[in-house]
Each structure stands twice: as structure tokens, then as C-alpha cells.
């Protein structure tokens, strides 16, 4: 008789050898209406819930907190010469007989209270809550039948998954469960290494004892490197192991640190699995989120990692970060409360949510500091809420000197009071100046007045916090608001405007000059263009930064060039035109260059195309602008970005 799955993934994690040859692609998936496919995923709505909710926190903890040197420790101490190797060394011995088996076990989070946790999260304003299931040391936070390595065996021995989740759905909140293993096999490998000097030079470490290797994973094949095994052994194992917290917790979000895990054929079963399960689980209403690092077109909802996404995605996204290291790091200092607000107000005028991991000690305790800051967002939250939850993107994110360049590791920005940002709500209008204005005066330039009077007509302006009136004037250099003498933050400033046909008149930030490289080539970025028109915005398709809701003939977008050779360039485009060709002319000065942007299979398909030269005859400041020929030739069309290089004088 043929093995069941569970079974062979149990027998395979002691012994490091599949006994059923079964196909990597050949996996159970629940039965539903979405199949192992790229096309049935497209039929994925985000749940509202979601949409609504805009911030979550995050417990991005195990026993990798129990040294308290920060992320990563499991495989680092494995690395001789590193500072958690020797950390690891000094006080508890060397790897090849006191390894990462040695510190699960002093892992006892002995005070540890997520009843209490939970509230205090739900107060500081968290709408969703997410527990790691399991990093890449392989120890699950499960109560897991295929995995001996768990919480309830070994460490504290609770299943600090199943106790988060009663803890959030007494609260309220939606739950999720992290997964890092996908990345846990190849990751794991440096523990069957040796000391390269030393006296213990040559000595196995102890994950290469075949004994250990249902925690430390048996010997990866040659050239098996990357970030996802290309195992199928592993793939199997990966599938069964998460399935089953799956369909026995149930989570309303699953995340997993990486692309699609293992790529389609795996990865997209495990995300069928769970959307069929939760349409079973919740009497057919859809009601979960898929987390990865992929581009998904809707299919699900992309993350980012300590980053933002350069400008408003029409899918819904979400940034997730910490206010320090992953795991408790005695050497770092936290994100002031400011960081967090600002990540928060900038990320949810884009159309994304922001899950920050807030540090635990290994006890399961929080530090001082870590509560104060949550109060104080509890604080903030009671005020400013109202702009934040619940709402959606404006025409425009925002407007100031500050943009977040969208992309990965990419959160430290130093926005200031003329940084705003926009979120609506039905016809309400938000804007959040990222600090508090020094002169008392809120003035936003994209609500200017126009020779067009039906065009923002500004009925009422409130500030959040505040009872009493405001007086407000509007002229061709903005809405200009007077504040009330008293400050009431130095985080922000949340104006509530309320009027009718609010549309944004001018760029939303001061334009950037661009300049040449080295090479004499000056690239004209989605993330660097002044944008002209109505519907017309900042996005992000396939990873990448681009003007789109292009579908208006009279609309255009600019740059500033500064020019420092005069002489003959050649000038490409990189565009996504999936509804066909359209004809574009592109000005660089008093230049023009008429082309045709190719169609494209997607919006998210971009292509790079030479269109021919234009000659400069003199250096200095210039306007370089991409507008449409005429209204009948007119496609709609994706811009990444334009570029100019030096051919010859």
C-alpha cells in the first residue's frame, strides 16, 4: 500500500530519505474553486477586512530570542570568526557538541502572557495579528504531528501559535501565522560544517550527526544553494508540514519569507490549499491573505521587507518591519514612535498595510520602552485613526520634498511637516502633514485654486483632535489653513477636509534634476516625474515603479534634466502597453521626438525600445515631457522610465 503523505514526510524527516518517489508537483490540495494554476488565482479578491485594516503586529519570536543577539543566531553561531560564533563559544560551548539542539531547550517564556499582549496590541491600534509559525532554524511554535522539533516538546512547552490565536480571536482580530521554512534547508547547512583552525579544526559540527538532522535537515545535494531547495524531497516535506498548520489552524493569513515557495508548481498548491480551506472554513466567504515577496497582479498580496512601494498599487500590498532586530538584540537600540507613524501614514496613502514585529525579550516579555511607545501609539491612534483605518487612496499619495523610493530595506526616510499624505473615505478628504507645521500654518498645494471653479470647492476643514473651527482661504498657491495655537503632536497633523470635486492641481512633489552619470546617460525614472492630470499615478507593476491609470490623451508627465553636453542622444523608453500600441511624443526642450510604444503581453510586461536621436545644442536646465500624439492615436500605457544617452557631439 502506497504510503500517505504525512507519513512519508515524518518517516523522511528521521531517516533523511523519501521512501515514496512522488513527484514534487503530485500534492493534496483541499477541494475548492481554486486550482494549481497562475489563471485560477487571478479569480482572488482581497477581503475588506484586510483593505480596512492598515496596521498589524507582528511576533517575530522563538528561541532565537534566547541569546539576545539578534537575528539570525541559529545559523551565524555555525559561522567561525562571527560575533554569535564566538558569543556562542564563551557561553555555551562549542558547536560541535553544544549546538542549536542545546538552546531550544532554555527557550521557557516564562512570562509570557498573550491574553495580556493582545489587549495592549488592540489598544495601541493593531487591526491584525500575525505569530511566527516557524524561522529557518526549523523549530515549529506548533502543536505539529510531523515535527517532533515543536513548542509543546521542547522549550516552553505551549503551543504559542494555538494560544495567540484564542488570544487575538478574544480580541477580535484577524489572525495570521508566518512561515520561514521554505527557506530553512538550505539556510540550515552551515551547521554539518566543521572549524576550518583551531584545535578543534575538522571536528563536525553537530548538525552533521545524522541523529540530529530531523532539526538540522540531512546533507543538501551539490549546487543546492539557493534560497528554495531544488529538492523535491524537501518541497514534499515543506508542503505536508504547512498544509497541516493549514488545516488545522485555519489562519486568516499565511506568510512566507520569499517568492512563491519552491515556484509555481509547489508554491501555488499551498496557496490554493489555502484559499479552498478557508472558503470550507468560513461557509464560502473568502476571507484569507497569502503574504509573499512576489509581484502577484491580485493574485495575493505582496510584501515588503523593512520597504515601501514607490507609489499607489491598485492590488493592496503591506510592508512588514520591525522596530528593531527581528529577535530581541541586546545591542540595538528601537525606531522612535515617529518612525512608526510615519511608515504607517505614508505606506497607507499608497493602498498597503504596515505589519511591524514588536520585540519581545525571550521571557516573553516586552521592555519598558517597547510598552511606553506602545501607550503612545494607543494615544496617537485615538486621535488620527479616523484617517487611517478604513480608507482608501486618493488620486494622489501625497505631496513635500520626501519620496519613498519603493523596493526592499528601503524605510529610513526623514520626512518632516511639509511631507503630506492623502487617504479618503467616502468624500472626505485626509491629509497628514508628517510633523507638526512650525508657522501654524497647513498649506496643501495640490488643493490650489483653479480657473476651473467647480474644481475643489473646500466646503469645511477640521483638524483631527480638535473641536473648534478653522479658518481656511484658497488661492493659486494651495488650501491654506490656519492651525490653532496649540500644538497637539509633533507626529503629525491630520486636516479632515470635506467639499466637492477634489482633484489634485499640481505635482505632488518638487521635481528632481535630473543629471547625467558618468557615461554622459540621464535616466528619467516613474519615481522622479512630475505628474499632470486627474487619474494619472505613481504605481507599481512587476517590481517595478511606473506611471500608470494613463488613460486620459491629455494628460502627461515631465522631468527637469540638466544638461552638461550639447550634442546628438539616443532615446529609449521602457513601457507595458497590454492594450496595444500607442503613439507618444516626447519633448526634450524645444526638441520633439514622435514614437510609438510597442504593445506588451501585460501591464507588468515592460519593454525597453530605441526610438531614435535628438540633438541639444546648448547645456543648462531643461523640461523633458512624454505626452500623448492626439486623442484618436491614444493607448493607455505603463511608463517605467525614459532615457537619454550620449552619442556624439
Same mark, same amino acid.
Not at 59 to 66: D, E, F, K, L
Not at 212 to 229: E, I, K, R, V
Not at 234 to 252: C, F, G, S, T
Given at each position: 500500500?502506497?504510503?500517505?503523505?504525512?507519513?512519508?514526510?515524518?518517516?523522511?524527516?528521521?531517516?533523511?530519505?523519501?521512501?515514496?518517489?512522488?513527484?514534487?508537483?503530485?500534492?493534496?490540495?483541499?477541494?475548492?474553486?481554486?486550482?494549481?494554476?497562475?489563471?485560477?488565482?487571478?479569480?482572488?479578491?482581497?477581503?475588506?477586512?484586510? #483593505?480596512?485594516?492598515?496596521?498589524?503586529?507582528?511576533?517575530?519570536?522563538?528561541?532565537?530570542?534566547?541569546?539576545?543577539?539578534?537575528?539570525?543566531?541559529?545559523?551565524?553561531?555555525?559561522?567561525?570568526?562571527?560575533?554569535?560564533?564566538?558569543?556562542?563559544?564563551?557561553?555555551?560551548?562549542?558547536?560541535?557538541?553544544?549546538?542549536?539542539?542545546?538552546?531550544?531547550?532554555?527557550?521557557?517564556?516564562?512570562?509570557?502572557?498573550?491574553?495580556?499582549?493582545?489587549?495592549?496590541?488592540?489598544?495601541?491600534?493593531?487591526?491584525?495579528? @500575525?505569530?511566527?509559525?516557524?524561522?529557518?532554524?526549523?523549530?515549529?511554535?506548533?502543536?505539529?504531528?510531523?515535527? *517532533?522539533?515543536?513548542?509543546?516538546?521542547?522549550?516552553?512547552?505551549?503551543?504559542?501559535?494555538?494560544?495567540?490565536?484564542?488570544?487575538?480571536?478574544?480580541?477580535?482580530?484577524?489572525?495570521?501565522?508566518?512561515?520561514?521554512?521554505?527557506?530553512?534547508?538550505?539556510?540550515?547547512?552551515?551547521?554539518?560544517?566543521?572549524?576550518?583552525?583551531?584545535?578543534?579544526?575538522?571536528?563536525?559540527?553537530?548538525?552533521?550527526?545524522?541523529?540530529?538532522?530531523?532539526?538540522?535537515?540531512?546533507?543538501?545535494?551539490?549546487?543546492?544553494?539557493?534560497?528554495?531547495?531544488?529538492?523535491? #524531497?524537501?518541497?514534499?516535506?515543506?508542503?505536508?508540514?504547512?498544509?497541516?498548520?493549514?488545516?488545522?489552524?485555519?489562519?486568516?493569513?499565511?506568510?512566507?519569507?520569499?517568492?512563491?515557495?519552491?515556484?509555481?508548481?509547489?508554491?501555488?498548491?499551498?496557496?490554493? &490549499?489555502?484559499? &479552498?480551506?478557508?472558503?470550507?472554513?468560513?461557509?464560502?466567504?473568502?476571507?484569507?491573505?497569502?503574504?509573499?515577496?512576489?509581484?502577484?497582479?491580485? #493574485?495575493?498580496?505582496?510584501?515588503?521587507? +523593512?520597504?515601501?512601494?514607490?507609489?499607489?498599487? !491598485?492590488?493592496?500590498?503591506?510592508?512588514?518591519?520591525?522596530?528593531?532586530?527581528?529577535?530581541?538584540? +541586546?545591542?540595538? $537600540?528601537?525606531?522612535?514612535?515617529?518612525?512608526?507613524?510615519?511608515?504607517?501614514?505614508?505606506?497607507?496613502?499608497?493602498?498597503?498595510?504596515?505589519?511591524?514585529?514588536?520585540?519581545?525579550?525571550?521571557?516573553?516579555?516586552?521592555?519598558?520602552?517597547?510598552?511606553?511607545?506602545?501607550?503612545?501609539?494607543?494615544?496617537?491612534?485615538?486621535?488620527?485613526?479616523?484617517?487611517?483605518?478604513?480608507?482608501? !487612496?486618493?488620486?494622489?499619495?501625497?505631496?513635500?520634498?520626501?519620496?519613498?523610493?519603493?523596493?526592499?530595506?528601503?524605510?529610513?526616510?526623514?520626512?518632516?511637516?511639509?511631507?503630506?499624505?492623502?487617504?479618503?473615505?467616502?468624500?472626505?478628504?485626509?491629509?497628514?502633514?508628517?510633523?507638526?507645521?512650525?508657522?501654524?500654518?497647513?498649506?496643501?498645494? *495640490?488643493?490650489?485654486?483653479?480657473?476651473?471653479?467647480?474644481?475643489?470647492?473646500?466646503?469645511?476643514?477640521?483638524?483631527?483632535?480638535?473641536?473648534?473651527?478653522? $479658518?481656511?482661504?484658497?488661492?493659486?498657491?494651495?488650501?491654506?489653513?490656519?492651525?490653532?495655537?496649540?500644538?497637539? *503632536?509633533?507626529?503629525?497633523?491630520?486636516?479632515?477636509?470635506?467639499?466637492?470635486?477634489?482633484?489634485?492641481?499640481?505635482?505632488?512633489?518638487?521635481?528632481?534634476?535630473?543629471?547625467?552619470?558618468?557615461?554622459?546617460?540621464?535616466?528619467?525614472?516613474?519615481?522622479?516625474?512630475?505628474?499632470?492630470?486627474?487619474?494619472? $499615478?505613481?504605481?507599481?507593476?512587476?517590481?517595478?515603479?511606473?506611471?500608470?491609470?494613463?488613460?486620459?490623451?491629455?494628460?502627461? @508627465?515631465?522631468?527637469?534634466?540638466?544638461?552638461?553636453?550639447?550634442?546628438?542622444?539616443?532615446?529609449?523608453?521602457?513601457?507595458?502597453?497590454? *492594450?496595444?500600441?500607442?503613439?507618444?511624443?516626447?519633448?526634450?526642450?524645444? $526638441?520633439?521626438?514622435?514614437?510609438?510604444?510597442?504593445?506588451?503581453?501585460?501591464?507588468?510586461?515592460?519593454?525597453?525600445?530605441?526610438?531614435?536621436?535628438?540633438?541639444?545644442?546648448?547645456?543648462?536646465?531643461?523640461? @523633458?515631457?512624454?505626452?500623448?500624439?492626439?486623442?484618436?492615436?491614444?493607448?493607455?500605457?505603463?511608463?517605467?522610465?525614459?532615457?537619454?544617452?550620449?552619442?556624439?557631439?
Amino acid at each position: 500500500m502506497k504510503t500517505t503523505l504525512a507519513f512519508t514526510i515524518l518517516f523522511a524527516s528521521l531517516t533523511g530519505v523519501f521512501a515514496d518517489p512522488t513527484p514534487a508537483g503530485d500534492l493534496p490540495v483541499t477541494a475548492g474553486p481554486y486550482q494549481v494554476t497562475m489563471n485560477s488565482l487571478t479569480n482572488y479578491q482581497c477581503p475588506e477586512w484586510f #483593505r480596512d485594516a492598515k496596521f498589524g503586529i507582528w511576533a517575530h519570536w522563538g528561541p532565537q530570542a534566547v541569546p539576545m543577539e539578534g537575528d539570525w543566531y541559529a545559523r551565524k553561531m555555525y559561522e567561525q570568526g562571527s560575533a554569535d560564533y564566538k558569543d556562542h563559544l564563551a557561553r555555551y560551548g562549542h558547536p560541535s557538541t553544544n549546538g542549536w539542539k542545546d538552546i531550544i531547550p532554555l527557550w521557557h517564556a516564562e512570562k509570557w502572557d498573550p491574553e495580556k499582549l493582545m489587549a495592549l496590541y488592540k489598544k495601541a491600534g493593531a487591526k491584525y495579528f @500575525v505569530s511566527m509559525g516557524t524561522h529557518h532554524d526549523d523549530f515549529f511554535l506548533w502543536n505539529s504531528p510531523l515535527h *517532533s522539533w515543536n513548542s509543546l516538546n521542547y522549550g516552553p512547552h505551549r503551543d504559542v501559535v494555538g494560544e495567540w490565536q484564542k488570544a487575538a480571536k478574544e480580541n477580535g482580530l484577524p489572525f495570521g501565522v508566518s512561515e520561514h521554512l521554505g527557506a530553512s534547508f538550505t539556510w540550515f547547512q552551515d551547521a554539518h560544517k566543521a572549524d576550518k583552525t583551531g584545535p578543534l579544526a575538522g571536528v563536525p559540527y553537530d548538525g552533521a550527526d545524522s541523529n540530529n538532522w530531523d532539526l538540522y535537515h540531512f546533507p543538501a545535494q551539490p549546487g543546492d544553494t539557493s534560497w528554495y531547495s531544488n529538492d523535491p #524531497r524537501w518541497q514534499r516535506q515543506w508542503y505536508a508540514e504547512i498544509k497541516q498548520l493549514v488545516d488545522d489552524y485555519h489562519p486568516d493569513l499565511l506568510y512566507s519569507d520569499g517568492g512563491v515557495v519552491f515556484g509555481n508548481e509547489v508554491g501555488l498548491a499551498q496557496i490554493a &490549499n489555502l484559499y &479552498n480551506d478557508n472558503l470550507q472554513h468560513n461557509h464560502g466567504k473568502l476571507t484569507a491573505i497569502y503574504n509573499c515577496k512576489q509581484p502577484s497582479d491580485g #493574485r495575493w498580496v505582496q510584501d515588503y521587507e +523593512r520597504g515601501v512601494n514607490g507609489g499607489i498599487n !491598485p492590488s493592496p500590498w503591506q510592508t512588514d518591519t520591525s522596530i528593531g532586530d527581528w529577535f530581541y538584540n +541586546r545591542h540595538w $537600540k528601537y525606531q522612535p514612535l515617529s518612525w512608526t507613524v510615519h511608515m504607517l501614514v505614508d505606506i497607507t496613502s499608497k493602498n498597503g498595510n504596515l505589519l511591524l514585529n514588536v520585540v519581545l525579550r525571550p521571557d516573553g516579555s516586552l521592555d519598558p520602552e517597547v510598552e511606553t511607545m506602545l501607550h503612545q501609539l494607543a494615544d496617537w491612534t485615538a486621535i488620527n485613526g479616523e484617517a487611517i483605518y478604513g480608507t482608501r !487612496p486618493w488620486l494622489l499619495y501625497g505631496e513635500g520634498a520626501v519620496q519613498a523610493k519603493g523596493g526592499m530595506f528601503k524605510e529610513n526616510f526623514n520626512y518632516t511637516a511639509k511631507d503630506i499624505r492623502f487617504t479618503t473615505k467616502g468624500k472626505t478628504l485626509y491629509a497628514i502633514a508628517l510633523g507638526w507645521p512650525d508657522d501654524e500654518t497647513f498649506t496643501i498645494k *495640490s488643493l490650489a485654486k483653479t480657473d476651473d471653479a467647480t474644481v475643489n470647492q473646500i466646503k469645511r476643514v477640521e483638524l483631527l483632535g480638535h473641536k473648534g473651527k478653522l $479658518k481656511f482661504t484658497q488661492t493659486t498657491d494651495g488650501l491654506i489653513v490656519t492651525l490653532p495655537g496649540e500644538k497637539l *503632536s509633533d507626529l503629525t497633523c491630520s486636516l479632515k477636509i470635506t467639499g466637492s470635486n477634489l482633484k489634485p492641481v499640481i505635482a505632488s512633489v518638487t521635481p528632481k534634476v535630473v543629471a547625467p552619470d558618468a557615461k554622459g546617460q540621464l535616466t528619467f525614472t516613474a519615481d522622479d516625474a512630475t505628474l499632470h492630470g486627474e487619474t494619472i $499615478k505613481l504605481e507599481e507593476q512587476g517590481g517595478k515603479p511606473d506611471i500608470g491609470y494613463w488613460d486620459k490623451a491629455d494628460e502627461w @508627465v515631465s522631468w527637469t534634466a540638466q544638461i552638461r553636453q550639447p550634442g546628438t542622444y539616443q532615446v529609449s523608453t521602457t513601457i507595458a502597453a497590454a *492594450s496595444g500600441p500607442a503613439e507618444f511624443i516626447i519633448g526634450v526642450g524645444d $526638441k520633439t521626438l514622435a514614437a510609438t510604444s510597442p504593445q506588451t503581453a501585460g501591464w507588468d510586461q515592460f519593454l525597453t525600445s530605441d526610438l531614435g536621436t535628438i540633438t541639444i545644442s546648448k547645456p543648462g536646465k531643461l523640461t @523633458v515631457s512624454v505626452r500623448a500624439k492626439d486623442a484618436a492615436s491614444w493607448k493607455a500605457m505603463n511608463l517605467n522610465s525614459v532615457r537619454l544617452t550620449f552619442v556624439g557631439p
